[in-house]
């Protein structure tokens, strides 16, 4: 017999209902705001697709900057014993509250030859930062790099070291007790991580926009090209932008949900 459901529960499926119908709405209108040409137009336009390129572009490298560096860190978090460990710690989280504009301003402010002795040298070697692709890759990288070490540290945090220790006394290096237990064991957990990271590297705004400039067909990523076209008028190619990223946000979800074992280290 179907249980009936109580009134709690009756009040928050209506809120459900609810929520997920605004959503419906607010999103739809993104698709049937344009028309059908125009909206085609502006997917196929030149600049919508050097957006998505140098999106993709610079996303996949700061997610791979983000992973080879989040993958050792947050090993040694979860299992090496280290003064200071704490504080480190500690360290690493206020990256996870601070707005990325703020993020932004102090990568200007510390990359800049004008104000920083960092980037009065690298100038002297003829390397500018500020202003160019390169600048995309270094805030995405800055802003998403505390969240792959979390979602790493969680990761690791579900696997007892005692398959480590098991693999060690059948005579294993260290390095390939690693390669060959834990990290087969946390895979699920590192790819829906990656998968997050490059989701979030493809919608950053605020550092980039700080850091690389909003400079059309130069520094344009996605997000950059909705709020240029948006500042200008042109709102049949901010929705071009808009849709694109929101198919990938849809996509990740989708991956993430789909992750199995890793689900929790996801979201812990």
């Known amino acids: 017999m179907r249980k009936i459901p109580s009134f709690f529960q009756t009040i928050c499926l209506v809120l459900t209902a609810i929520a997920v119908v605004v959503l419906i709405a607010v999103f739809g209108g993104l698709i049937v705001f344009p028309t059908p040409d125009a909206l085609f137009a502006a997917l196929t336009s030149g600049e919508i697709w050097f957006a998505v390129q140098l999106s993709l572009t610079t996303a996949v490298i700061s997610t791979l900057c983000c992973v080879a ?23 690493l989280n206020p990256p996870l509250s601070l707005p990325p504009l703020v993020a932004g301003v102090a990568l200007l402010i510390f990359l800049s030859p004008v104000t920083s002795p960092v980037g009065q040298l690298l100038s002297g070697f003829g390397i500018f930062i500020v202003y160019t692709p390169v600048a995309i890759v270094i805030a995405q990288f800055f802003v998403n790099l505390p969240y792959m070490i979390r979602i790493a540290r969680s990761t690791f945090a579900m696997i007892s070291p005692r398959y480590e220790h098991v693999a060690r ?21 590192l790819a829906a991580g990656i998968v997050i990271t490059w989701s979030k ?68």
């Open 201 to 268: 590297a493809m919608g950053e705004f605020g550092a980039v926009l700080m850091l690389a400039g909003a400079i059309a067909m130069k520094t344009e990523t996605l997000p950059i090209a909705l709020f240029l076209n948006m500042s200008t008028g042109d709102l049949d190619m901010a929705i071009a932008a808009a849709l694109i990223l929101l198919v990938i946000s849809g996509v990740t979800l989708l991956i993430v949900e789909c992750a199995g074992d890793g689900r929790g280290a996801v979201y812990a």
């Open 69 to 91: 560096v989040a993958v050792p860190v947050a090993y040694v978090m979860t299992r090496t014993p280290f003064a200071g460990k704490r504080w480190i710690n500690i360290l």
């Open 169 to 189: 006394t059948l005579g294993c290096s260290e390095w390939r007790a690693l390669s060959q237990v834990t990290l087969p064991m946390a895979k699920s957990g």
